[in-house]
């Protein structure tokens, strides 16, 4: 491409951001070897049994995100590297609302290990509003601030530069995205990844009210999953998503996938679905991990 139109397409992006501070990342290229990510598809309750039965390891240079911290793997593990990036998570967001300050309570009263917090939006105003919420002052937590700013529609060889300089990262969709964007950037030469079914189609439906509704579900969960509307906790008054809200969700996420496959290669880095019957077709698979 015309670098001068490569440069005018860099400059509308920067102008499209919603915040222009940029934040260091501590951590880049500080690791190496393997990194695990854990996301919360149901299908990693049979990947911590195996660990639980010594079949499989999972060690500090693990990744967990969301409400993992619930779990009783999670002091089992020690992980150094935990994931937010939802809007729920600096609100009183009621279907959760006990969840959250109960994940919070433990990482501020439990944690006795070195432990990053990776907080990823788009605003300085969210990243205030989540360290305020959160009442953490566990001096073992250390607050990591990503920078959420986009440039997709770049050149692949000067998006993946932009990439892994910290300052750029490619829109995550699921939380689990940044898990793995994280890894690569920090340095870690092989990701495998668990718990990513990303199997959302299989279990949607519009019921009777013209809502989406969805069997979703996690590792964690006790009860069999029933249909519910899948609603968006990312606006002021909580309303179900629009079929073409999530399915563009869903596409936004996939092609993240893409992107970070992208970034692995230029960064010499390998990425492992390890999930069984994962809808993710951007990485080799390894069955068995």
Same mark, same amino acid.
């Given at each position: 491409?015309?670098?001068?139109?490569?440069?005018?397409?860099?400059?509308?992006?920067?102008?499209?951001?919603?915040?222009?501070?940029?934040?260091?990342?501590?951590?880049?290229?500080?690791?190496?070897?393997?990194?695990?990510?854990?996301?919360?598809?149901?299908?990693?309750?049979?990947?911590?049994?195996?660990?639980?039965?010594?079949?499989?390891?999972?060690?500090?240079?693990?990744?967990?995100?969301?409400?993992?911290?619930?779990?009783?793997? %999670?002091?089992?593990?020690?992980?150094?590297?935990? =994931?937010?990036? *939802?809007?729920? @998570? +600096?609100?009183?967001? &009621? #279907?959760?609302?006990?969840?959250?300050?109960?994940?919070?309570?433990?990482?501020?009263?439990?944690?006795?290990?070195?432990?990053?917090?990776?907080?990823?939006?788009?605003?300085?105003?969210?990243?205030?509003?989540?360290?305020?919420?959160?009442?953490?002052?566990?001096?073992?937590?250390?607050?990591?601030?990503?920078?959420?700013?986009?440039?997709?529609?770049?050149?692949?060889?000067?998006?993946?530069?932009?990439?892994?300089?910290?300052?750029?990262?490619?829109?995550?969709?699921?939380?689990?995205?940044?898990?793995?964007?994280?890894?690569?950037?920090?340095?870690?030469?092989?990701?495998?990844?668990?718990?990513?079914?990303?199997?959302?189609?299989?279990? %949607?439906?519009?019921?009777?009210?013209?809502?989406? =509704?969805?069997? *979703?579900?996690? @590792? +964690?969960?006790?009860? &069999? #999953?029933?249909?519910?509307?899948?609603?968006?906790?990312?606006?002021?008054?909580?309303?179900?998503?629009?079929?073409?809200?999530?399915?563009?969700?869903?596409?936004?996420?996939?092609?993240?996938?893409?992107?970070?496959?992208?970034?692995?290669?230029?960064?010499?880095?390998?990425?492992?679905?390890?999930?069984?019957?994962?809808?993710?077709?951007?990485?080799?698979?390894?069955?068995?991990?």
């Amino acid at each position: 491409m015309n670098p001068i139109k490569e440069l005018i397409k860099f400059t509308i992006d920067i102008l499209k951001l919603p915040s222009f501070r940029f934040y260091k990342i501590p951590l880049k290229n500080k690791f190496s070897g393997k990194a695990y990510v854990l996301a919360n598809g149901p299908s990693l309750k049979n990947d911590l049994e195996d660990f639980d039965k010594g079949n499989r390891t999972f060690d500090k240079n693990t990744f967990v995100v969301n409400l993992f911290a619930l779990d009783e793997h %999670f002091k089992k593990i020690r992980p150094m590297h935990y =994931c937010l990036s *939802d809007p729920m @998570f +600096y609100q009183d967001y &009621k #279907p959760k609302k006990e969840q959250i300050r109960k994940m919070y309570d433990i990482l501020d009263k439990e944690v006795d290990w070195d432990m990053y917090l990776y907080i990823c939006f788009y605003t300085e105003k969210e990243y205030k509003k989540i360290i305020e919420y959160s009442k953490i002052k566990n001096p073992h937590i250390h607050f990591v601030r990503l920078n959420r700013k986009l440039c997709e529609n770049l050149n692949p060889k000067f998006r993946n530069r932009l990439y892994a300089s910290g300052y750029f990262m490619p829109e995550d969709g699921t939380i689990a995205n940044t898990a793995i964007y994280l890894g690569l950037i920090e340095g870690y030469k092989e990701i495998e990844i668990y718990g990513c079914d990303h199997d959302y189609f299989r279990s %949607f439906a519009v019921d009777e009210y013209n809502r989406l =509704c969805s069997r *979703d579900s996690h @590792f +964690y969960d006790n009860e &069999k #999953p029933v249909l519910k509307p899948f609603m968006n906790c990312c606006v002021a008054e909580e309303k179900p998503f629009r079929v073409h809200e999530f399915f563009y969700i869903m596409s936004v996420m996939f092609k993240s996938h893409d992107l970070l496959e992208s970034l692995a290669e230029y960064l010499g880095a390998k990425v492992l679905n390890c999930t069984p019957n994962s809808m993710i077709d951007s990485y080799p698979r390894k069955n068995g991990c």
